[in-house]
T-cell receptor, first 112, second 112 residues
Framework: EDKVVQSPLSLVVHEGDTVTLNCSYE??????LLWYKQEKKAPTFLFML????IEKKSGRLSSILDKKELFSILNITATQTGDSAVYLC????????????FGTGTRLQVTL | NAGVTQTPKFRILKIGQSMTLQCAQD?????MYWYRQDPGMGLKLIYY???????DKGEVPNGYNVSRSTTEDFPLRLELAAPSQTSVYFC???????????FGPGTRLTVL
């Protein structure tokens, strides 16, 4: 059975801190790993990673995939209160439907 | 583009009632998905469709039905609602050539 595990489950940091969120996966015929941000409503897309060792970056957020060790990390530097959200990681496999298997998410709270 | 739209936003059902959750997308995406998200959990796939006229079961299909008569619409039908179907339901779509799915705003359903 495909499985995606995220850690920590929740995290409270002060504004300006740097955080690292972890995602490990066991997905048969793995093809890509996706990160989403969810703020009380629909998940919004952050990154899709398919190649090992190549960092994707968008502003203060970055992510990298290690296909050998089957994990990914999401880094957020200089956190702001607007970064408070649940961060979801999902794996997908080679196949026409690209169904996503989600982890349970990491709840990040950034305080002043 | 409106993207992925869902109606209603909220609904309360009594046990045994039926209803249809509507989902539409105006991006001409071939692939569409229905997920449910229980409190503190990740998203679980209910049904998906790879194109008009083609649907298939996901991880948790029991108690639900879908149809896909057009590219734009992918309604989810609940027959004989049960308290276990209390959840937030998200519809998503995806174009060809990427694994990235785009989510609608969700429908919060409570079955009492």
């Amino acid at each position: 059975e495909d499985k995606v595990v995220q850690s920590p489950l929740s995290l409270v940091v002060h504004e300006g801190d740097t955080v690292t969120l972890n995602c490990s996966y066991e997905v048969t015929n793995f093809r890509s790993l996706l990160w989403y941000k969810q703020e009380k409503k629909a998940p919004t897309f952050l990154f899709m990673l398919t190649s090992s060792g190549i960092e994707k970056k968008s502003g203060r957020l970055s992510s990298i995939l290690d296909k050998k060790e089957l994990f990914s990390i999401l880094n957020i530097t200089a956190t702001q209160t607007g970064d408070s959200a649940v961060y979801l990681c999902a794996g997908t496999y080679t196949g026409t439907a690209s169904k996503l298997t989600f982890g349970t998410g990491t709840r990040l709270q950034v305080t002043l | 583009n409106a993207g992925v739209t869902q109606t209603p936003k909220f609904r309360i059902l009594k046990i045994g009632q039926s209803m249809t959750l509507q989902c539409a997308q105006d991006m001409n995406h071939n692939y569409m998905y229905w997920y449910r998200q229980d409190p503190g959990m990740g998203l679980k796939l209910i049904y998906y469709s790879v194109g008009a006229g083609i649907t298939d079961k996901g991880e948790v299909p029991n108690g639900y039905n879908v149809s896909r008569s057009t590219t734009e619409d992918f309604p989810l039908r609940l027959e004989l609602a049960a308290p276990s179907q209390t959840s937030v339901y998200f519809c998503a779509s995806r174009p060809l050539g990427t694994d990235t799915q785009y989510f609608g705003p969700g429908t919060r359903l409570t079955v009492l």
